[in-house]
């Protein structure tokens, strides 16, 4: 069968992929650098018989695709720093509730405005604490656009498959910058659909009562049942308590059914690290670059690899250990101050082997940049 190939924009692939993993309903409001995402699905979703909804603003766009959410609609909505800022009590909320929905955050420098128009990797951990209160939550990036149209479909299937808000933690490179793609076709890729509950109107319906798998099944508002839905702790039938019992129950399960499944939740590349004695670690645009010194370091005859990750939170501490145990230097390339650095030093059996590249003035990190660092680290006799 012949495929299609096309040469697009990232948010536009990330629009594709939505569609294709059967997005129904988006709500948004414009921000740069993600407004394309907006702009390519005012005009693709109605000729699907989907819904678009421009809001007044962030809040109420994740507020929206919540509501649809709850109908039985997949949802979508797309943002950029300040925005998701605003988005934080919402998605605690979905959070709590337990409701399917994926973000998109095509990252911006900041904090405030920041610098609107450039790359930044800043939002990593705000991703993962940027909502109050113990919870867990899943993140995805990717570096490229074939991984991009994967990714955004494996975030649809895991906010269907752990019934929990899933964010696309992007940045402006990969958002704005044009690249080939072959399109998968129907049926290629893998799609979660809603798991709805097998029990008949008229017969005592928990909506949190989850199956010995985990997994929670769901009525549509508007179906056969009527549950309450609310932000505070709540019982099997979703109803507030504060009883202790109630409380930590609802909380370990929030964190167990992510934080137990991070093998399965885990996505990411590897490239030559069999032998590798220096390896990068890095993930998004800043992987491109480390990509490219990692071959070029190679065709001289030096061991080096890269892991790039692809799921950020929960982050996989036990592929990281696993990864690095051979390595004499371990060299992290990001565009922050360190956000996942730190992490990766937790992972690690040794922290003191491990370093930071990177880049915070809103210019892409080079393959000269982290060549520059490497030869610091080597001039250090590390």
């Known amino acids: 069968?012949?495929?299609?190939?096309?040469?697009?924009?990232?948010?536009?692939?990330?629009?594709?992929?939505?569609?294709?993993?059967?997005?129904?309903?988006?709500?948004g409001y414009p921000i740069t650098p993600s407004s394309e995402i907006s702009e390519h699905l005012s005009m693709r979703l109605p000729g699907r018989s989907g819904k678009f909804l421009q809001m007044e603003d962030?809040?109420?766009?994740?507020?929206?695709?919540?509501?649809?959410?709850?109908?039985?609609?997949?949802?979508?909505?797309?943002t950029s720093g300040p925005g998701f800022s605003l988005m934080q009590e919402a998605l605690g909320y979905a959070i709590m509730a337990e409701i399917p929905c994926v973000i998109v955050n095509v990252q911006r420098g900041g904090p405030s405005t920041g610098n609107p128009t450039h790359v930044s990797q800043g939002d990593?951990?705000?991703?993962?604490?940027?909502?109050?209160?113990?919870?867990?939550?899943?993140?995805l990036t990717a570096s490229n656009h074939p991984d991009l149209f994967?990714?955004?479909?494996?975030?649809?299937?895991?906010?269907?498959?752990?019934?929990?808000?899933?964010?696309?933690?992007?940045?402006?490179?990969?958002?704005?910058?044009?690249?080939?793609?072959?399109?998968?076709?129907?049926?290629?890729?893998?799609?979660?659909?809603?798991?709805?509950?097998?029990?008949?109107?008229?017969?005592?319906?928990?909506?949190?009562?989850?199956?010995?798998d985990?997994?929670?099944?769901?009525?549509?508002?508007?179906?056969?049942?009527?549950?309450?839905?609310?932000?505070?702790?709540?019982?099997?039938?979703?109803?507030?308590?504060?009883?202790?019992?109630?409380?930590?129950?609802?909380?370990?399960?929030?964190?167990?059914?992510?934080?137990?499944?991070?093998?399965?939740?885990?996505?990411?590349?590897?490239?030559?690290?069999?032998?590798?004695?220096t390896v990068l670690v890095s993930y998004g645009a800043a992987a491109r670059s480390a990509l490219h010194i990692v071959k070029n370091r190679r065709a001289r005859g030096?061991?080096?690899?890269?892991?790039?990750?692809?799921?950020?939170?929960?982050?996989?501490?036990?592929?990281?250990?696993?990864?690095?145990?051979?390595?004499?230097?371990?060299?992290?390339?990001?565009m922050n101050v360190g956000q996942m650095l730190h992490e990766v030093k937790k992972a690690v059996d040794r922290p003191e082997k491990v370093f930071l590249a990177n880049r915070v003035d809103g210019e892409l990190i080079t393959p000269t940049d982290i060549k520059n660092i490497m030869r610091l680290i080597q001039g250090k006799g590390v």
């Open 302 to 334: 030096e061991r080096v690899g890269l892991l790039e990750l692809q799921t950020l939170w929960p982050f996989p501490y036990y592929l990281v250990r696993e990864k690095c145990a051979a390595a004499q230097v371990v060299l992290v390339v990001e």
């Open 124 to 139: 990593v951990n705000q991703a993962r604490w940027g909502v109050h209160g113990d919870h867990a939550i899943i993140a």
């Open 58 to 78: 962030e809040i109420a766009s994740l507020c929206a695709i919540i509501g649809a959410s709850l109908t039985g609609k997949k949802v979508l909505t797309a």
């Open 150 to 212: 994967k990714i955004t479909v494996e975030a649809f299937n895991m906010a269907e498959t752990y019934r929990t808000p899933v964010i696309l933690l992007l940045d402006e490179v990969i958002g704005h910058m044009r690249e080939k793609l072959v399109l998968p076709e129907p049926g290629e890729l893998e799609l979660v659909e809603r798991l709805r509950t097998s029990v008949v109107e008229g017969v005592d319906y928990h909506p949190y009562l989850p199956r010995e």
């Open 214 to 277: 985990g997994r929670l099944p769901m009525s549509d508002f508007g179906g056969v049942h009527r549950y309450n839905v609310t932000g505070l702790f709540h019982d099997m039938w979703g109803f507030p308590s504060d009883n202790p019992t109630v409380v930590h129950g609802l909380i370990r399960h929030l964190v167990d059914k992510i934080e137990n499944n991070i093998h399965q939740i885990a996505r990411y590349k590897a490239f030559f690290l069999e032998d590798a004695r």
């Open 1 to 27: 069968m012949k495929k299609t190939i096309t040469f697009m924009q990232g948010n536009e692939v990330c629009v594709e992929a939505a569609l294709y993993a059967g997005l129904d309903f988006f709500a």
